[in-house]
């Protein structure tokens, strides 16, 4: 009997086939433990996961595409490339269904401490301990690129750098150019602001 050629499409549907079955994930029991999920919650995600991304991990692109769809009205590109960063936590430049698990774990129903520990991640973009200005200015600017037309003041580059003035200026507790993890801390533990905004996870994520 001659053997059936494989059409191309039938060929990259195996393809994905296998990657699902070589993707495991660390077992249910293991992320229960390691994030404020249960186990059933966990079981839920994962079918969306997958259903979503079929391979069992999110590339760059991918993720920049889901933000797209959520900030319509602007270019979110560069925030959502900035929020990957910090989810791939181990830089392989993928983010797996364990590390998209523990992040959400730790923005939903981490303590104040866990979330705005993992804001400073995000503000601290080389990840050398310590935010500076140009990192400061390199968020809000694309906080500002991503909410388009709905910013209030409209943007514009004196906007941007008044905003980043301002807000070093309040977290550089000791004038030395830099802001550490502990005067993150502090001062967003000082601001009720920041403590709301964390309490209702109003963080543009």
Request: charged share 30%; proline share 3%.
């Amino acid at each position: 009997m001659p053997r059936r050629f494989r059409s191309r499409r039938e060929q990259e549907t195996e393809e994905v086939e296998l990657q699902v079955v070589r993707y495991k994930p660390e077992g249910i029991d293991a992320l229960v433990k390691a994030t404020k999920f249960t186990k059933k919650e966990i079981q839920l995600m994962y079918r969306g996961f997958k259903q979503e991304c079929p391979t069992g991990i999110v590339n760059r692109e991918t993720f920049k595409n889901i933000y797209a769809q959520f900030f319509p009205q602007g270019d979110s590109a560069a925030y959502a490339q900035l929020v990957f960063n910090t989810f791939d936590q181990d830089k392989n430049g993928t983010i797996s269904f364990e590390e998209f698990v523990i992040g959400l774990s730790v923005l939903s129903r981490g303590s104040l401490q866990e979330k705005l520990e993992w804001v400073f991640s995000l503000y601290d973009v080389n990840g050398d301990g310590v935010i500076t200005k140009q990192e400061l200015a390199e968020i809000v600017t694309a906080v500002y690129e991503m909410m388009g037309k709905h910013t209030d003041p409209p943007l514009d580059e004196n906007t941007t750098r008044l905003h980043v003035d301002r807000v070093f200026q309040r977290m550089d507790l000791n004038n030395d150019g830099v802001i550490t993890i502990e005067e993150f801390m502090d001062s967003c533990k000082n601001d009720a602001r920041v403590k709301h905004s964390m309490a209702v996870l109003d963080t543009v994520l």
